[in-house]
């Protein structure tokens, strides 16, 4: 780390990724949206893309539900943050609002238009 950077961040990138378990796992769910019975692995990163915090859940589980659960149960760990960005699939006041109340953070949707340009 060089000096005057800050070990926390106050920008973090949230995302998560549907994956595929063994048959005869315990714990799976079936996200419709992916065709994926198994996982899903919410990670929040910083701007360097270093892991900040990592929350897993079966897949059935939505984007914004396993993103509010990482947030919730990882609030140390988001102490500095004041923006958070996501996808399209975090869409909605609702997470929005949520993440403001759990970490104080506003949260901007990276559309999928604007990553083209």
Do not use: C, W
């Given at each position: 780390?060089?000096a005057?950077?800050?070990a926390?961040t ?5 995302d998560?990724q549907s ?6 796992a315990?714990?799976a769910g079936?996200?419709?949206?992916k065709?994926i019975?198994?996982?899903k692995?919410?990670?929040?990163v910083?701007?360097?893309g270093?892991?900040i ?8 589980i939505?984007?914004?539900?396993s993103?509010?659960a ?6 140390q ?7 958070v960005m ?5 869409t909605?006041?609702?997470f929005?609002?949520?993440v ?8 901007i949707?990276a559309?999928q ?5």
């Amino acid at each position: 780390m060089s000096a005057g950077r800050s070990a926390r961040t106050s920008f973090v990138i949230l995302d998560a990724q549907s994956v595929k378990n063994t048959d005869s796992a315990k714990h799976a769910g079936y996200d419709g949206a992916k065709k994926i019975n198994g996982i899903k692995r919410s990670i929040a990163v910083d701007i360097n893309g270093l892991p900040i915090a990592i929350h897993i859940t079966t897949a059935d589980i939505s984007e914004r539900d396993s993103g509010i659960a990482l947030f919730s149960l990882n609030t140390q760990d988001f102490e500095m943050v004041q923006r958070v960005m996501t996808d399209g699939g975090y869409t909605g006041d609702n997470f929005a609002s949520m993440v403001h109340t759990i970490i104080e953070a506003d949260v901007i949707i990276a559309k999928q238009s604007d990553l083209k340009h």
